[in-house]
């Protein structure tokens, strides 16, 4: 019985190399690099990369989707999940694409077709290349779990390293907000904030420390965020935000984070932001209770006037220093702002736009609301009006504007 089970049944040969080759060839259609160029030109085709990384390294054709042939298996559907969309596979030479675009047949995506001669052919006759972001090896220990991830992958993260965003306040909010930032990698990170670092910020301010007791919180940031990541260029802010300096401020970033806890800056932040076009990544806390969304008008969404036509009396909106504050709670929320950076950043997921996310840290839980544009909102309604005029207002209603604390 062990013999024969050890004999291989006469009536399935093995198969040679070449023989599996040509088979995987002949079941898919191959198309040369000019076929190629003309394809891309002409249909919406996903170009898909099935090299090693170091040969993505080295240059990749524009727009391609990397997913080395090892894991292509387990990687493809995340990438990919509409199997419907026609796909072009390359690899360097025209094989493991041949036997890459056959799996990809096996697993339900019936358009598939692959570039015989592959990358070396179409690099050879001058199209177009890019060319990536190098990584030093540090650089690549350090984002290493970025890397791995699908929806991030070296373009994602080449994407947050050319990043610039600007966060507005270092307090309870920013504090994690900028540490998870510069963590990831994001390549220029600014930060407004005119006031210091004092003891009582320590309970919650985490990017402080007490040897920093006295000294201003953008720069006290600055020292943290350079100790964490030294790829990381900060830009600081140590004056007041007012309505003649914040355009020059927020000029050149891709998205402001209002990390803030007084109503002036909010709408002085959401105005300046929706006049440049960049979102407004919302974050706010009281005691117990935390709030999140994304003011992009740009996008359909609300802005932040959308949500508060009206700024209450100072005395019905507390700060944590009248009212306290949870210090875990800015944390959670400031986390939350950061993740949605990453994902604007980045192009994963769905930001939070005309949702409001709330946490309840007393009972640990968290609920959504909707929140629609307002057609007649004073910031982004469809009539127009001037900025200083809605501003003034703003800044006679209740505290001064430029206050960051938190």
Same mark, same amino acid.
């Given at each position: 019985?062990?013999?024969?089970?050890?004999?291989?049944?006469?009536?399935?040969?093995?198969?040679?190399?070449?023989?599996?080759?040509?088979?995987?060839?002949?079941?898919?259609?191959?198309?040369?690099?000019?076929?190629?160029?003309?394809?891309?030109?002409?249909?919406?085709?996903?170009?898909?990369?099935?090299?090693?990384?170091?040969?993505?390294?080295?240059?990749?054709?524009?727009?391609?989707?990397?997913?080395?042939?090892?894991?292509?298996?387990?990687?493809?559907?995340?990438?990919?999940?509409?199997?419907?969309?026609?796909?072009?596979?390359?690899?360097?030479?025209?094989?493991?694409?041949?036997?890459?675009?056959?799996?990809?047949?096996?697993?339900?995506?019936?358009?598939?077709?692959?570039?015989?001669?592959?990358?070396?052919?179409?690099?050879?006759?001058?199209?177009?290349?890019?060319?990536?972001?190098?990584?030093?090896?540090?650089?690549?220990?350090?984002?290493?779990?970025?890397?791995?991830?699908?929806?991030?992958?070296?373009?994602?993260?080449?994407?947050?390293?050319?990043?610039?965003?600007?966060?507005?306040?270092?307090?309870?909010? =920013?504090?994690?907000?900028?540490?998870?930032?510069?963590?990831?990698?994001? =390549?220029?990170?600014?930060?407004?904030?005119?006031?210091?670092?004092?003891?009582?910020?320590?309970?919650?301010?985490?990017?402080?420390?007490?040897?920093?007791?006295?000294?201003?919180?953008?720069?006290?940031?600055?020292?943290?965020?350079?100790?964490?990541?030294?790829?990381?260029?900060?830009?600081?802010?140590?004056?007041?935000?007012?309505?003649?300096?914040?355009?020059?401020?927020?000029?050149?970033?891709?998205?402001?984070?209002?990390?803030?806890?007084?109503?002036?800056?909010?709408?002085?932040?959401?105005?300046?932001?929706?006049?440049?076009?960049?979102?407004?990544?919302?974050?706010?806390?009281?005691?117990?209770?935390?709030?999140?969304?994304?003011?992009?008008?740009?996008?359909?969404?609300?802005?932040?006037?959308?949500?508060?036509?009206?700024?209450?009396?100072?005395?019905?909106?507390?700060?944590?220093?009248?009212?306290?504050?949870? =210090?875990?709670?800015?944390?959670?929320?400031?986390?939350?702002?950061?993740?949605?950076?990453?994902?604007?950043?980045?192009?994963?997921?769905?930001?939070?736009?005309?949702?409001?996310?709330?946490?309840?840290?007393?009972?640990?839980?968290?609920?959504?609301?909707?929140?629609?544009?307002?057609?007649?909102?004073?910031?982004?309604?469809?009539?127009?009006?001037?900025?200083?005029?809605?501003?003034?207002?703003?800044?006679?209603?209740?505290?001064?504007?430029?206050?960051?604390?938190?």
């Amino acid at each position: 019985m062990t013999a024969q089970t050890d004999v291989q049944d006469a009536s399935t040969p093995a198969k040679t190399g070449p023989e599996l080759v040509r088979e995987a060839k002949a079941a898919v259609e191959a198309l040369n690099a000019p076929a190629v160029d003309r394809l891309l030109n002409d249909e919406p085709v996903t170009v898909v990369d099935v090299r090693e990384t170091h040969e993505w390294r080295k240059g990749h054709l524009p727009g391609a989707v990397h997913v080395p042939r090892g894991h292509l298996e387990m990687q493809i559907e995340a990438k990919i999940p509409d199997k419907r969309t026609p796909l072009m596979v390359y690899c360097a030479g025209g094989v493991r694409s041949a036997f890459a675009a056959n799996t990809l047949k096996q697993m339900g995506y019936p358009n598939v077709r692959h570039m015989s001669g592959g990358f070396t052919a179409w690099r050879d006759l001058g199209f177009d290349v890019v060319e990536p972001k190098v990584w030093s090896d540090q650089q690549l220990d350090r984002y290493s779990r970025h890397f791995i991830l699908p929806e991030v992958g070296e373009e994602g993260q080449q994407q947050i390293s050319n990043g610039k965003v600007l966060v507005i306040g270092a307090g309870g909010l =920013g504090a994690p907000v900028l540490y998870y930032l510069a963590a990831a990698g994001v =390549g220029t990170l600014g930060i407004v904030d005119f006031d210091d670092v004092e003891a009582s910020n320590l309970q919650r301010q985490i990017i402080h420390t007490t040897s920093r007791i006295g000294v201003n919180k953008a720069e006290s940031a600055r020292e943290s965020i350079e100790a964490l990541n030294p790829d990381v260029t900060v830009k600081t802010w140590t004056k007041p935000l007012n309505p003649d300096n914040v355009d020059s401020v927020i000029e050149g970033f891709d998205l402001v984070i209002d990390a803030t806890d007084n109503f002036p800056t909010r709408y002085l932040v959401n105005a300046a932001a929706f006049a440049h076009g960049i979102p407004c990544i919302y974050g706010s806390i009281y005691r117990f209770e935390g709030y999140a969304s994304v003011f992009w008008p740009g996008r359909g969404g609300p802005c932040y006037r959308c949500m508060h036509p009206e700024a209450p009396p100072k005395e019905l909106a507390p700060s944590c220093g009248e009212a306290g504050v949870l =210090g875990v709670l800015p944390g959670a929320i400031g986390v939350l702002q950061a993740n949605e950076a990453l994902k604007i950043l980045v192009g994963y997921g769905e930001p939070l736009i005309g949702r409001i996310l709330a946490f309840d840290a007393e009972d640990t839980r968290f609920s959504e609301f909707r929140l629609h544009r307002n057609p007649d909102c004073a910031t982004c309604g469809d009539s127009t009006r001037e900025r200083g005029e809605y501003e003034t207002e703003i800044v006679d209603s209740c505290a001064a504007p430029g206050v960051l604390v938190g």
